[in-house]
């Protein structure tokens, strides 16, 4: 997928200013940023759904905008707004959908896979928020898409539901999908992405691997440690050398940890510059 110099403005709002991405097939991709930065306007457009008022697009080598069907049914999409509610069960709603795609995956195989067995008689205007939202999962990924989009996934999902989400993602990944998700939860980004962009009023502010972004692995590190005083601390771009110093003694040092900032910490630095 190659983005250059979207834009899109609402009548009041730019809310996209000019976005540049790349991801590459089979790579796990996350959009981060604050409400109304742009990540869904962008996510719409790159689907077909939305239409931008300037720039280049290229999804699975076609434009968005003019691709027809066969584009279409290469691709998987979970949208925020959930499924309707319908009087049919998760089973029939699954089997339903799946007659759309030439290349769908087998309904009880996507039953498993977003643990939905326990539900899959059961009426979907029955089901709960996170188990609504494990059925359009469920939809997404039926026709065996090549690229999946993934808004807010796991919005409303207890913490169980979360790590169970992360290892379908996960071996959907393993697959050869690409991923496209936006979330709000930088772990979930951490524990999923190969790269992520941060967007905020519309632009990119930062891009790379999670464990790198905005220099974070460049920063200074905190190393603590209790001695009879109490907590120690000090902020170093050198720990190795600190703790090399601090073990001089001999003595093991006690509750001793190095950190550096969380990727919450470069995020909100991130945004917080952007404002
Ligand atoms: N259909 C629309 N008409 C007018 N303005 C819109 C429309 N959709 C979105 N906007 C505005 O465009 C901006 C970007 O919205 P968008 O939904 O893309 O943000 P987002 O990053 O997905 O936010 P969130 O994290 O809250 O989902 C916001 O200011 C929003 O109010």
């Known amino acids: 997928m190659r983005v250059r110099g979207l834009r899109k403005a609402y009548p009041k709002i730019q809310a996209v200013a000019g976005i540049d991405l790349d991801v590459e097939r089979g790579e796990v991709f996350a959009l981060l940023g604050p409400n109304g930065a742009g990540k869904t306007t962008t996510v719409e457009i790159l689907e077909g759904h939305r239409k931008r008022d300037e720039g280049t697009v290229s999804v699975l080598d076609a434009d968005p905008g003019t691709a027809g069907r066969a584009w279409r049914a290469r691709i998987g999409m979970v949208l925020q707004t959930a499924t309707d509610a319908a009087e049919l069960t998760?089973?029939?709603t699954i089997?339903?959908?799946?007659r759309y795609y030439p290349r769908p995956r087998q309904p009880e195989e996507v039953i498993e896979l977003c643990g939905l067995r326990e539900k899959a008689g059961a009426r979907v205007k029955g089901l709960s928020g996170g188990q609504r939202r494990?059925?359009?999962?469920?939809?997404g990924i039926i026709g065996t898409p090549e690229l999946l989009f993934l808004d807010e996934p796991t919005t409303g999902f207890d913490p169980e539901a979360r790590r169970k989400f992360w290892s379908l993602i996960q071996k959907l990944a393993a697959d050869g999908t690409t991923i496209v998700l936006?979330?709000?939860y930088l772990d979930e980004a951490e524990a999923l992405a190969d790269r992520v962009a941060v967007i905020a009023k519309g632009e990119v502010v930062a891009q790379g691997a999670p464990g790198d972004l905005g220099g974070r692995a460049q920063r200074e590190a905190t190393v603590r440690w209790f001695d009879r005083?109490?907590?120690?601390?000090?902020r170093t771009s050198t720990p190795t050398k600190v703790i090399g110093e601090l073990s001089l003694g001999g003595g093991e040092l006690t509750g001793l940890t190095v950190t550096r900032p969380s990727l919450e910490d470069v995020y909100l630095d991130l945004v917080g510059e952007a404002r």
Request: no cysteine; aromatic share 4%; proline share 0%.
């Open 90 to 92: 998760v089973n029939e």
């Open 95 to 98: 089997r339903h959908f799946a």
């Open 134 to 139: 494990r059925l359009d999962v469920a939809l």
């Open 182 to 184: 936006t979330t709000h």
């Open 229 to 234: 005083n109490g907590e120690q601390s000090v």
